[in-house]
């Protein structure tokens, strides 16, 4: 299976600041997605990172907040602009290989905290 | 869309026994059904997946079935380890993926 590593695996940020998070794939991957994750909670689908086209995302998150890229096959940002408290979570990154429902590889995340 | 429920919330079993996680979920479209563990400070690993053709697969010491007529599925964890605690994630999928609450395992030696 995939290794995905990101960085950083955590942060300390002031509100009103952006922050990117990197995922790198040790393999060529056809999908690669965005999660979200409260402290005690389920993870939560920001968006799919499309390579080569914009992402797509899901109800209630919106590309002005949360640009992501997808530059290869291998790579893909996330970005958490003009942070405020409540975006302090546990942001994730997956992997999937091509076809309908491959699984799907988690990085170990980046632990995010807004003051 | 589709919502996945997953029970219970926390389990507490002593070394050597059983545990079971059950999930439901709404849409009947899904077809395929992966569990995942995830330890303090990592993030969610993979055990084992079910493909909506399948009724049971079995790695080991893990299990899940499938009942597609019901809509729900289930972990089973035979002989537990202190190494088993962690929080145990069901999900389901058409084209995107759709996570349960989680269930905290302990494993008391």
């Known amino acids: 299976s995939a290794v995905i590593s990101q960085k950083p695996s955590r942060d300390i940020c002031q509100r009103g600041t952006s922050l990117t998070i990197q995922c790198q794939v040790d393999s060529q991957v056809t999908m690669m997605f965005w999660y979200r994750q409260q402290p005690g909670q389920s993870l939560t689908l920001i968006a799919t990172?499309?390579?080569?086209?914009?992402?797509?995302?899901e109800s209630g998150f919106v590309i002005d907040k949360f640009p992501i890229s997808r530059p290869n096959l291998t790579f893909s940002t996330l970005t958490v602009s003009n942070m405020s408290p409540e975006d302090s979570s546990i942001y994730l990154c997956?992997?999937?290989?091509?076809?309908?429902?491959?699984?799907?590889?988690f990085g170990d995340g980046t632990r995010l905290s807004i003051l | 869309g589709e919502n996945v429920e997953q029970h219970p919330s926390t389990l507490s079993v002593q070394e050597g026994d059983s545990a079971v996680i059950k999930c439901t979920y709404s849409d009947s479209a899904s077809n395929y059904f992966p569990w995942y563990k995830q330890e303090l400070g990592k993030g969610p690993q993979l055990i084992i997946d079910?493909?909506?053709?399948?009724g049971e697969k079995k790695d080991q010491r893990i299990a899940v079935t499938l009942n597609k007529t019901a809509k729900h599925f289930s972990l089973h964890i035979t002989e537990t380890q202190p190494e088993d605690s962690a929080v145990y994630f069901c999900?389901?999928?058409?084209?995107?993926?759709?996570f349960g609450a989680g269930t905290r395992l302990t494993v008391k030696p």
């Open positions: 990172a499309n390579q080569g086209s914009e992402a797509t995302y």
């Open positions: 997956s992997a999937a290989g091509q076809g309908d429902n491959q699984p799907q590889h």
């Open positions: 079910i493909r909506s053709n399948v």
């Open positions: 999900a389901a999928s058409i084209w995107d993926m759709r």
